[in-house]
């Protein structure tokens, strides 16, 4: 069966450090979504990307960044982890526009 | 950016009992997705509602999307246990054009107990 899956599923980092957090998804969508969720604020867009080699940024993009160099992985990196990016985060795909979003599993993320 | 607002935010009620949430905008959708969260994992899609008045039913739960196109509720009967979750509802832009993204609320807790 097609899946969406991310690793780790828990993470605790320092201060300044780099993390990346992976997704993977064999449903061969051309559209993936990082988001985090925090209490309070509920789902906020990171990044998306509409297909290979295409990212662009969401409401909430500073100190992230992705690439997109397959269909199936949309990496996200935490580029000098902050205690502000302590959170849950959260991939998702789907097939065009305004269809089901597909979740993984989630990342709980914790920078000390 | 589209903003949805739904309420109540915490909904604690006894097995048994109905109860109805909302999701509220100012701006018109061309779709609306309520997704269901339970503890430790990611939403998972219950509803898309496409058209003004429309109402889906997935056995317990009833779906409206409003005639202007800008609000929905879900209404639960005789709620069980099993329902306990966070509620999200999602909306997709009326703009048309190659835009994928969904906006969600911040969602309703709920919590049915035995």
């Known amino acids: 069966d097609a899946e969406i899956t991310q690793s780790p599923r828990h993470k605790i980092t320092e201060t300044g450090r780099q993390v990346t957090l992976a997704c993977h998804q064999t449903?061969?969508?051309?559209?993936m979504f990082w988001y985090r969720q925090d209490l309070g604020h509920g789902l906020r867009l990171i990044h998306y990307s509409y297909g290979v080699q295409d990212t662009n940024k969401g409401e909430v993009s500073d100190g992230y960044s992705v690439s997109r160099s397959n269909t199936e992985d949309l990496p996200l990196t935490l580029e000098s982890a902050a205690s502000s990016q302590t959170s849950v985060y959260f991939c998702?795909?789907?097939?065009?526009?305004?269809?089901?979003?597909?979740f993984g599993p989630g990342t709980r993320l914790l920078v000390l | 950016t589209q903003l949805l607002e739904q309420s109540p935010q915490f909904l604690s009620i006894q097995e048994g009992e109905n109860l109805t949430v909302y999701c509220n905008s100012s701006?018109?959708?061309?779709?609306l997705q309520w997704y269901r969260q339970e503890p430790g994992e990611g939403p998972v899609l219950l509803v898309t509602v496409v058209t003004g008045g429309e109402v889906k039913k997935l056995k317990r739960l009833t779906f409206q999307f409003g005639d202007a196109r800008k609000d929905s509720s879900l209404h639960i009967t005789a709620a069980q246990p099993g329902d306990t979750g966070l509620y999200l509802c999602?909306?997709?832009?009326?703009?048309?054009?190659?835009?994928?993204?969904?906006?969600f609320g911040k969602g309703t807790l709920l919590t049915v107990n035995p």
């Open positions: 449903w061969n969508h051309n559209n």
């Open positions: 998702a795909s789907s097939v065009g526009y305004s269809e089901t979003q597909y």
């Open positions: 999602a909306a997709a832009p009326n703009s048309g054009g190659s835009n994928y993204k969904l906006t």
């Open positions: 701006s018109v959708f061309s779709s």
